[in-house]
């Protein structure tokens, strides 16, 4: 078997044979995973493209077999982490608070998220995707005491992993980031059983030495296929 991480992700090795290849990508879609997929992304991971090829071939397959649908890309240019589990609260500083986010931020967050990765022309659609993720899963703020608006903010994505992690420069130095990981590896855990995942751009790295120092493990996943449910597709 593959290394099974949390129930939604499957890794296959560099080290597999061409058998362990077909064992590892097949074992990723059995029955009680592809169950599951009415409520969550999966993912099957390589730790580079050596057996790209033949695992896309066994993936087509399968893909037709369950009725699933592919996300559009294969792979990533980023680091992956595994949360570390039973990591202490950290007090939220005098003056804030930590709370839900709310649809009425969706389009504040979108657009410094766009800001920061230069991508404008992706913000439809990544409006479309953080209102469904605020909606239906796991999300956290914080928010100055009075203020409406947060001031930091990380949400859960579909398939387990957290994202947007952000802290308005005014307002960092202060642990921020660091409440809102512990916080939302808690809340992933309880609403999921699973510890989450988080990934990481390769030029990103003040994320990744984050992430590393709050003793998440990183990955050597270079290569990464998501598949989802089509009923569940927003």
Do not use: R
């Given at each position: 078997m593959g290394d099974v991480i949390g129930p939604?992700?499957?890794?296959?090795?560099?080290?597999?044979?061409s058998v362990q290849v077909?064992?590892?990508?097949r074992a990723a879609f059995r029955p009680e995973i592809v169950r599951q997929l009415t409520k969550a992304l999966f993912f099957v991971t390589l730790e580079s493209e050596k057996h790209l090829d033949a695992a896309m071939l066994i993936v087509d397959e399968l893909v037709k077999e369950k009725g699933l649908e592919r996300a559009p890309k294969w792979y990533f240019d980023h680091h992956m982490f595994i949360a570390p589990?039973?990591?202490?609260?950290?007090?939220?500083?005098?003056?804030?608070?930590?709370?839900?986010?709310?649809?009425?931020?969706?389009?504040?967050?979108?657009?410094?998220?766009?800001?920061?990765?230069?991508?404008?022309s992706a913000l439809d659609e990544h409006l479309?995707?953080?209102?469904?993720?605020i909606r239906d899963r796991p999300s956290l703020g914080v928010y100055v005491d009075g203020v409406e608006t947060p001031?930091?903010?990380?949400?859960?994505?579909?398939?387990?992993?957290?994202?947007?992690l952000h802290v308005n420069d005014k307002h960092r130095g202060k642990k921020l980031a660091r409440i809102l990981l512990r916080l939302m590896t808690k809340k992933v855990v309880d609403t999921h059983g699973i510890l989450p995942c988080g990934n990481v751009h390769f030029d990103n790295k003040a994320s990744a030495c984050l992430l590393a120092s709050e003793g998440w493990t990183?990955?050597?996943v270079n290569y990464s296929k998501m598949f989802v449910n089509p009923s569940y597709l927003p």
């Open positions: 939604t992700m499957l890794y296959v090795p560099d080290s597999a044979d077909e064992e590892f990508v589990p039973d990591l202490p609260e950290i007090p939220v500083p005098e003056g804030y608070h930590v709370a839900p986010l709310k649809q009425e931020h969706v389009t504040y967050i979108a657009n410094i998220w766009a800001q920061d990765l230069g991508m404008k479309a995707l953080m209102a469904s993720n001031v930091a903010w990380c949400i859960c994505y579909s398939k387990g992993s957290l994202g947007s990183k990955l050597p």
